[in-house]
């Protein structure tokens, strides 16, 4: 019997939040989000989770990052432009996360304190349960970074690590899931950048 705050493959989703070329260099980190959420990508797959991306402003804040849309280029990830700081409060991702129907969200983006915040918030206020990965979101600011992980865990968002979510999702050593998230984990070293 899974625990309520237990990651379940047939219960859980990733959110990928506004990973985009031009706001990267100015993060904190910047290259361990990527690497962790690469890594998340590339579990999701193995466990063949259903990925949604944000993109906020691309016109002017570019494309999600060539190193997270090569780990979607294998999966059927719908990829949508949101101009509200939430993922929730967009109709058109509101409605994609309805229409995917996961209650457990496993979420990796950048800002932090910013769109990760509001939508792990909002999406916490209508009983998902959400999963921030802290190795896998990052801000400018350390202070914002680590302030929005503390007021997120305030309001019931569980913060984690990639790797945490992997092995959670896994439960058992004795499948050949495990050997291919073994693998993605072998690939994905961590990063604590």
Same mark, same amino acid.
């Given at each position: 019997?899974?625990?309520?705050? @237990?990651? %379940? &493959? !047939?219960? +859980?989703?990733?959110?990928?939040?506004?990973?985009?070329?031009?706001?990267?260099?100015?993060?904190?980190?910047?290259?361990?989000?990527?690497? *962790?959420?690469?890594?998340?990508? %590339?579990? *999701?797959?193995?466990?063949?989770?259903?990925?949604?991306?944000? !993109?906020?402003?691309?016109?002017?804040?570019?494309?999600?990052?060539?190193? &997270?849309? #090569? +780990?979607? *280029? @294998?999966?059927?990830?719908? =990829?949508? !432009?949101?101009?509200?700081?939430?993922?929730?409060?967009? #109709?058109?991702?509101?409605?994609?996360?309805?229409?995917?129907?996961?209650? @457990?969200?496993? &979420?990796?983006?950048?800002? /932090?304190? =910013?769109?990760?915040?509001?939508?792990?918030?909002?999406?916490?206020?209508?009983?998902?349960?959400?999963?921030?990965?802290?190795? #896998?979101?990052?801000?400018?600011?350390?202070?914002?970074?680590?302030?929005?992980?503390?007021?997120?865990?305030?309001?019931?968002?569980?913060?984690? /690590?990639?790797?945490?979510?992997?092995?959670?999702?896994?439960?058992?050593?004795?499948?050949?899931?495990?050997? *291919?998230?073994?693998?993605? &984990?072998?690939?994905?070293?961590?990063?604590?950048?």
């Amino acid at each position: 019997m899974l625990r309520p705050d @237990q990651l %379940d &493959i !047939e219960r +859980a989703m990733v959110l990928v939040i506004d990973v985009q070329e031009k706001l990267l260099p100015s993060i904190v980190g910047g290259e361990r989000v990527i690497a *962790a959420g690469w890594k998340l990508l %590339d579990g *999701a797959r193995v466990f063949e989770l259903p990925v949604l991306v944000t !993109e906020q402003y691309p016109k002017g804040l570019g494309p999600t990052h060539a190193t &997270i849309r #090569a +780990a979607l *280029a @294998q999966s059927r990830a719908k =990829v949508l !432009e949101k101009p509200t700081f939430s993922a929730w409060a967009d #109709a058109k991702v509101r409605e994609a996360l309805l229409a995917i129907d996961r209650p @457990q969200i496993i &979420i990796t983006g950048i800002e /932090t304190h =910013v769109c990760v915040q509001q939508t792990a918030l909002d999406l916490r206020s209508r009983d998902y349960d959400v999963f921030v990965c802290a190795d #896998a979101v990052g801000s400018r600011g350390r202070v914002d970074y680590e302030v929005a992980l503390d007021r997120m865990r305030q309001a019931g968002v569980l913060v984690t /690590t990639v790797e945490s979510v992997l092995f959670e999702l896994c439960q058992r050593c004795d499948t050949a899931r495990f050997k *291919a998230m073994l693998e993605v &984990i072998k690939r994905h070293p961590p990063s604590d950048g």
